[in-house]
C-alpha cells in the first residue's frame, strides 16, 4: 500500500509563505526522485519541483526559480515544497510524486488545494 499524502496546504495571502509536506507510507523514498506538480482546473497539469534520488541538484520550473525550494528528509520519508513571496497564480492543487525512471515505479498523492488570495 504505496501512498503519498499531501498536508500543509490552505489559504495563503499574496506575498506570504507556505510549506507543503509529502509523506510516504508503505515504501521508502530514498530510490525515488521526487516531484511536485500543480493544476488549476481547465490547464494542464504543469511541473513545479524535482529533487533526484539521492539528493543532487533540483530543477524548478521557470514560474517558481527563486521562490519555491524542494526538499527531501529520508529519515523522515517525507518530501517538502516551501513556497514563499506567493503569488495569485500558485494557486492550484499541489500533487506529491515519486519516480524510479529505472524501474518504472510511480506513486502519486492525492493532491492538495492551494489558494493565495487577499
Known amino acids: 500500500q504505496a501512498m503519498l499524502v499531501e498536508s500543509g496546504g490552505g489559504l495563503v495571502q499574496p506575498g506570504g509563505s507556505l510549506r507543503l509536506s509529502c509523506a510516504a507510507s508503505?515504501?521508502?523514498?530514498?530510490?525515488?526522485?521526487m516531484n511536485w506538480y500543480r493544476q488549476t482546473p481547465g490547464k494542464e497539469r504543469g511541473f513545479v519541483a524535482r529533487?533526484?534520488?539521492?539528493?543532487?541538484?533540483?530543477n524548478y520550473a521557470d514560474s517558481v526559480k527563486g521562490r519555491f525550494t524542494i526538499s527531501r528528509d529520508n529519515g523522515k520519508n517525507t518530501i517538502y515544497l516551501q513556497m514563499n513571496n506567493m503569488k495569485s497564480e500558485d494557486t492550484a492543487v499541489y500533487y506529491c510524486?515519486?519516480?524510479?525512471?529505472?524501474?518504472?515505479?510511480?506513486?502519486w498523492g492525492q493532491g492538495i488545494q492551494v489558494t493565495v488570495s487577499s
Open positions: 510524486n515519486a519516480n524510479n525512471c529505472a524501474t518504472l515505479r510511480n506513486v
Open positions: 508503505g515504501f521508502s523514498i530514498t530510490n525515488y526522485a
Open positions: 529533487i533526484p534520488r539521492f539528493g543532487g541538484s533540483t
